[in-house]
T-cell receptor, first 113, second 112 residues
Framework: QKEVEQNSGPLSVPEGAIASLNCTYS??????FFWYRQYSGKSPELIMS????GDKEDGRFTAQLNKASQYVSLLIRDSQPSDSATYLC?????????????FGTGTKLQVIP | KAGVTQTPRYLIKTRGQQVTLSCSPI?????VSWYQQTPGQGLQFLFE???????NKGNFPGRFSGRQFSNSRSEMNVSTLELGDSALYLC???????????FGPGTRLTVT
């Protein structure tokens, strides 16, 4: 079982719709959770971080964390073609006395005009 | 604030050679992590440096090494290059209080 799992997609949504991206993680002791956006040929860009159960909203983005079910999701409201990118989920935990960040392989999002 | 910078942006090397990549973190950030990104494996953690000390290391062979200087700039070295080392090498910096990392533009390494 992978430590961080994401559906590779592509996830296609029409412009203006809500895009829902999901991520599951295997280790219950994971502490903090991040979403990065990566455009083709570019480096990852941090868009959201979430540390406690519940929802966190930032503009059109909402991150949701459910530690009991070990999943974290990212909702993008009013999706725009410029949101078309690969979204990487990252999970941080303490491993052997050191902090370790593990990335999922990403979900490719396509927003259709 | 200026972002994370990496040099060079592109490199072409032949098998058996060695290469050194450089990363300058965001001002005030003391931690630098290095990642390898390939289409098949995604983002793989190489190592992290904090205040000139290696804090953590991923599952890569000893050909991959790094160091951090007193000004927090970091270098990564790969010796005896193999074709499979062709990848995008990314460095990311963070302040040290949280694990919110900020990535540089990456160095695209091609080994022929």
């Amino acid at each position: 079982q992978k430590e961080v799992e994401q559906n590779s997609g592509p996830l296609s949504v029409p412009e203006g719709a809500i895009a829902s991206l999901n991520c599951t993680y295997s280790d219950r002791v994971s502490q903090s959770f991040f979403w990065y956006r990566q455009y083709s040929g570019k480096s990852p860009e941090l868009i959201m971080s979430i540390y406690s159960n519940g929802d966190k909203e930032d503009g059109r983005f909402t991150a949701q964390l459910n530690k009991a079910s070990q999943y974290v999701s990212l909702l993008i409201r009013d999706s725009q073609p410029s949101d078309s990118a690969t979204y990487l989920c990252a999970v941080n935990k303490n491993s052997g006395g050191y902090q370790k960040v593990t990335f999922g392989t990403g979900t490719k999002l396509q927003v259709i005009p | 604030k200026a972002g994370v910078t990496q040099t060079p942006r592109y490199l072409i090397k032949t098998r058996g050679q060695q290469v050194t990549l450089s990363c300058s973190p965001i001002s005030g950030h003391r931690s630098v992590s290095w990642y390898q990104q390939t289409p098949g494996q995604g983002l793989q953690f190489l190592f992290e440096y904090f205040s000139e000390t290696q804090r953590n290391k991923g599952n890569f062979p000893g050909r991959f090494s790094g160091r951090q200087f007193s000004n927090s700039r970091s270098e990564m070295n790969v010796s005896t290059l193999e074709l499979g080392d062709s990848a995008l090498y990314l460095c990311a910096s963070r302040q040290g209080l949280t694990y919110e990392q900020y990535f540089g533009p990456g160095t695209r390494l091609t080994v022929t």
